[in-house]
């Protein structure tokens, strides 16, 4: 064919099988083009008019996937999430380096070579009896996957980063006004009066029916969302290649007889699997089976009635499961829980006369008469008196009168007075460096806040799961 055409290429016929060839090779070319079976943009992020290729990603995955023990990679490649969580973390890494590269560069920041040079000199890593090594410098990069160009740049868009973020790293002088602010609210005591009124102190008649119907009507019992479940479990050693390979091939063939229309369990013993039933459980009251861990059961939970999941793997080989059934969170019927309000209205009622009585305690208070049975007591925010009772203690001015609620009691307190603390030099010198580790913080959250809003952040999400989702 192509000896013909440069035979006969000023032929018209000629001319046409060239044109028609010519079309077909652009419009294969358009096509790869539209369609992406040519796509080669390989920027996975962009940050403001920087970008993050997926090269520069897979070159930090593999760092730190080398910093890491057999476990912690064995753990990530087994599992889903944790894989997924790693990533994450790689790319909120480049991200906020590339953030603080740019604004380096915004603000004219320059590192020159010899000062690149200096640095690398500097490294112990590079040095033998005290002096720089050539050999040693190649050895340790060789052996990090760094390239000499590679480690340059990396190290000079450290000294960057530095110059845009050390000088939040310096350490913020607190104010002695508020040093003594926070050291006064924390170690002042209080003088208090309080009286404790007891839901065991009264007691209640047995209820009637209609007792029990209106208090169920004020105070419903429900039933959690529950669900039934049936999975395929195909055991496999997912440390050992060998293993995991043959299991893999055994639950594709498990998944393949599931959408061919078999069910769970005969497909199970096509291929000698293990199919396990499941009864109906909630989110608290899970079923002692190893292999539905707190992940598994929150993906369970996310699931349709009738659905079945993908193939899974967790540390005991491949798992397909399916929702059976969902019964929905409800009300429970009166005559299910009847038996069980008795203790409950009885607590409610003894609880609704020592409420009354509380409340007669604080008004004869306020009238300017004493409470009978009362504690007084000097309290600190976290000792002297029951805990909710420091709590209110310290919430409410001095001159208050109030009723602090607990879960079997009700306190009428009264806060007296205030005293200034003592000044501990050391509880101080506390309260100062938490105050400063309070303030950078903030500095910094403030910082890359202003960050985000200078140079946004955008996945290429097209990149993303082609090349790092798969």
């Known amino acids: ?272 699997a293990k199919h396990v039933q499941v009864n109906a459980f909630d989110m608290a009251h899970r079923p ?3 292999n539905l861990d707190d992940k598994m059961i929150a993906r369970i939970f996310r699931m349709d009635e009738g659905a079945e999941s993908e193939l899974i793997e967790t540390k005991h080989g491949f798992i397909i499961v399916r929702v059976d059934k969902v019964i929905p969170e409800h009300n429970a019927e009166f005559d299910d829980v009847k038996s069980t309000l008795a203790d409950a209205w009885a607590r409610d009622a003894a609880r609704r006369m020592a409420y009354v009585n509380a409340n007669e305690i604080l008004v004869n208070l306020n009238d300017g008469k004493e409470m009978s049975k009362s504690v007084h007591a000097d309290v600190t925010r976290t000792n002297g008196a029951p805990t909710n009772v420091l709590v209110a203690a310290f919430n409410n001015a001095v001159g208050t009168n109030t009723i602090v609620e607990s879960d079997d009691a009700f306190y009428v307190l009264a806060v007296r007075s205030e005293s200034s603390p003592t000044i501990d030099t050391k509880k101080m010198a506390e309260v100062r460096t938490e105050l400063e580790t309070m303030a950078m913080r903030q500095l910094s959250d403030d910082y890359n806040a202003f960050l985000m809003r200078k140079y946004p952040t955008k996945v290429n999400e097209r990149v993303y799961k082609r090349f790092i989702t798969q």
Do not use: C
Request: glycine share 6%; hydrophobic share 40%; proline share 3%.
């Open 288 to 290: 002692a089976d190893e």
């Open 1 to 272: 064919m192509l000896e013909y055409l440069r035979n006969a290429a000023d032929k018209p016929v000629a001319k046409i099988l060239i044109t028609i060839l010519a079309f077909s090779f652009i419009g294969w070319g358009v096509a790869e083009w539209i369609f992406g079976g040519g796509y080669s943009d390989t920027t996975l992020v962009r940050v403001g008019g920087q970008s993050i290729s997926v090269n520069q990603f897979n070159a930090e995955k593999s760092r730190e996937l080398a910093r890491m023990t057999r476990e912690e990679m064995r753990a990530i490649y087994a599992d889903q999430d944790a894989s997924s969580a790693f990533q994450t973390k790689i790319l909120t890494q480049l991200t906020t380096q590339q953030m603080a590269q740019n604004r380096a560069h915004d603000l004219g920041f320059v590192v020159s070579d010899n000062a690149i040079a200096r640095e690398i000199r500097e490294f112990p890593e590079f040095q033998i009896n005290g002096a720089f090594s050539t050999l040693q410098f190649d050895s340790v990069l060789n052996a990090s996957g760094y390239s000499e160009a590679d480690f340059a740049a990396v190290l000079r868009n450290q000294v960057l980063r530095s110059m845009v973020l050390g000088p939040i790293s310096v350490p913020m002088k607190t104010p002695q006004f508020a040093a003594d602010a926070l050291y006064n609210a924390r170690y002042a005591t209080r003088n208090i009066e309080y009286a404790t009124v007891r839901f065991s102190d009264f007691t209640v008649g047995k209820p009637t029916e209609e007792d029990l119907k209106t208090f169920y009507a004020q105070n419903p019992h429900t039933v959690a969302e529950m669900r039934s479940v049936s999975y395929v479990l195909v055991p496999a050693e997912m440390d050992k290649p060998d293993s995991y390979g043959t299991g893999y091939d055994i639950a594709v063939k498990v998944e393949d007889d599931i959408i061919a229309g078999e069910s769970m369990s005969t497909a199970a013993k096509n291929n000698n």
